[in-house]
């Protein structure tokens, strides 16, 4: 009864995951500037439609920057000519605030409005000239190829987006479940033989009973906790952004010693 319930609620789990809406990479994290002349920022706007509501996450992101560069900015112009269709490429031009839309995520409200969020690359000060990237490339290549690592072990694509420390402690916490649940399951058979024999006296068979149904509970709760801990593996390895510098780097340096100045080599790893 209660292998069968497990069953039915990891099933329930997995097709809860499975059918649920994915959220891109970047509601979760906002992704690392490849160059020093941009940032990237999240903003979100509601209204009665999807443009709308997409005009007011835009206006959004165009004000805050507009503010942090020192450009002088009319809101209520701006809002009327997205209203009424304006490009905001052509609007960002006119008053010389470098914004490049990259992606954008929208939402249906239960009361029948609209949310869209939009990610945008903006200059990091007005008297930069900011080098747009492509993101979304590169984000689509890294997801997919993350998650299929992680499919087979997991912790290896967060491993492969950068996050070194959170992909060992992944993989070595599935090992260590799977290698409790599995070792308890065979200390459990062990006192089940015991409890099978007939030569053993009631104070044994009631020891063994007691350690068998003990082991059999920890092997459920090891097998259960595995099964969780792989798939949120697999949400963080479709989900997060990948870091720009990865592994271990190692660059040459002058390194002070007893003698003097020595040339050596400094290493950097990124958890």
């Known amino acids: ?4 319930f497990f069953i039915i609620l990891l099933t329930f789990v997995s097709v809860a995951a499975w059918g649920a809406k994915r959220l891109p990479p970047w509601m979760n994290e906002l992704p690392k500037a490849g160059n020093s002349t941009i940032m990237y920022v999240r903003e979100a706007g ?26 002088p900015f009319d809101i209520q112009t701006v809002d009327a000519a997205l209203a009424g269709g304006a490009d905001y490429q052509t609007l960002s031009r006119q008053y010389n605030i470098p914004v490049n839309k990259v992606d954008q995520y929208d939402e249906q409200l239960r009361d029948g409005t609209y949310r869209v969020w939009v990610l945008c690359q903006v200059a990091v ?9 492509d993101l979304r490339r590169e984000g689509e290549v890294n997801n997919g190829v993350s998650l299929a690592k992680s499919v087979f072990v997991p912790g290896l694509g967060q491993m492969g987006k950068g996050y070194t420390a959170e992909g060992v402690l992944t993989l070595g916490g599935e090992l260590l479940l799977v290698g409790t ?7 459990a058979q062990k006192r089940l ?11 044994d068979w009631n020891a063994a009973q007691n350690g068998y149904n003990t082991l059999r509970t ?9 099964a969780v801990l792989y798939l949120f593996n697999l949400y963080r390895a479709y989900s997060m952004q ?11 340096t002058l390194m002070p010693t007893n003698v003097g100045i020595t ?8 958890l």
Do not use: C
């Open 46 to 71: 509601e209204g009665a439609s999807l443009t709308e509501a997409h005009n007011q996450a835009l206006l959004r992101v165009m004000q805050n920057t507009a503010n942090r560069i020192g450009r």
């Open 218 to 226: 920890v092997s459920y709760i090891a097998w259960g906790s595995a």
């Open 193 to 203: 033989e015991v409890m099978r024999d007939a030569n053993t006296s009631y104070s």
């Open 263 to 270: 040339p050596g080599v400094s290493f950097t790893i990124n």
């Open 181 to 187: 649940g599995v070792g308890s399951y065979f200390m």
């Open 1 to 4: 009864m209660k292998r069968t």
């Open 242 to 252: 990948p870091r720009r510098t990865t592994g271990l780097a190692f660059a040459p």
């Open 125 to 133: 000060a007005g008297n930069i000239q900011p080098i747009w990237e």
